[in-house]
């Protein structure tokens, strides 16, 4: 059976494809780029509920999607859910420039995947905490990896390997939980 990712984003689609196959799960994770409706909030939650209800109003089943950001503290939680723009717009400099003289560095990282399937939908959650580094550094992953430090680390998501950040990220966290979901919900079918 398959199952269906609507996003943009290849290294999200990576991402948790790797944890599908660590996690052995029988549903086949495919991509798919399809348009879908983000509203202005700045809740994730609602921003991601309100996109898969339109789809699941629409005649779609079987998918998810996937909601992220950057939140820093001493910036009041900027960029949170402006993080896709803010990214594409003043990127990692800006954001360093913005934090100069700026002592609190922590800032966290957090994922929502919203499920559709079998016409139900559940949402998932989870966050890494961490430090905006004083330089990039890096050229793995994707977005502000290169800026991020995770708690309990010397070096920036930018400097991991794909599994090294899957073991903590916000958005693996987000990922075990769904696939912890429907492995129930497959073995009592
Ligand atoms: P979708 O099509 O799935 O929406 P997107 O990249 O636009 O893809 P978001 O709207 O969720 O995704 O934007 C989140 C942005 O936050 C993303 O573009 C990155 O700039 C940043 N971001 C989120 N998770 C990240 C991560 O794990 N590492 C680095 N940056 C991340």
């Given at each position: 059976?398959?199952?269906?990712?609507?996003?943009?984003?290849?290294?999200?689609?990576?991402?948790?494809?790797?944890?599908?196959?660590?996690?052995?799960?029988?549903?086949?994770?495919?991509?798919?780029?399809?348009?879908?409706?983000?509203?202005?909030?700045?809740?994730?939650?609602?921003?991601?509920?309100?996109?898969?209800?339109?789809?699941?109003?629409?005649?779609?089943?079987?998918?998810?999607?996937?909601?992220?950001?950057?939140?820093?503290?001493a910036l009041n939680?900027?960029?949170?859910p402006f993080s896709?723009?803010?990214?594409?717009?003043?990127?990692?400099?800006?954001?360093?420039?913005?934090?100069?003289?700026?002592?609190?560095?922590?800032?966290?990282?957090?994922?929502?995947?919203?499920?559709?399937?079998?016409?139900?939908?559940?949402?998932?959650?989870g966050i890494v905490?961490?430090?905006?580094?004083?330089?990039?550094?890096?050229?793995?992953?994707?977005?502000?990896?290169?800026?991020?430090?995770?708690?309990?680390?010397?070096?920036?998501?930018?400097?991991?390997?794909?599994?090294?950040?899957?073991?903590?990220?916000?958005?693996?966290?987000?990922?075990?939980?769904?696939?912890?979901?429907?492995?129930?919900?497959?073995?009592?079918?």
């Amino acid at each position: 059976m398959r199952l269906f990712f609507i996003t943009s984003n290849i290294h999200k689609f990576l991402e948790i494809k790797e944890i599908f196959s660590s996690e052995k799960m029988d549903l086949k994770l495919t991509m798919t780029n399809l348009r879908k409706i983000e509203i202005q909030d700045e809740d994730l939650v609602k921003i991601v509920k309100f996109a898969t209800e339109h789809l699941l109003s629409n005649g779609y089943d079987n998918f998810f999607i996937e909601d992220s950001g950057l939140f820093i503290r001493a910036l009041n939680n900027f960029p949170g859910p402006f993080s896709s723009y803010v990214y594409k717009t003043i990127g990692n400099s800006g954001i360093l420039r913005l934090m100069q003289d700026i002592d609190d560095r922590s800032a966290y990282f957090k994922s929502v995947i919203a499920l559709c399937y079998n016409g139900k939908i559940k949402m998932f959650e989870g966050i890494v905490n961490g430090t905006i580094s004083r330089e990039i550094k890096g050229n793995k992953g994707f977005g502000f990896d290169p800026i991020f430090i995770p708690r309990g680390y010397s070096k920036t998501f930018g400097e991991m390997e794909r599994f090294e950040k899957n073991k903590i990220s916000h958005r693996a966290k987000a990922a075990r939980e769904m696939i912890k979901y429907l492995k129930q919900l497959l073995s009592s079918t």
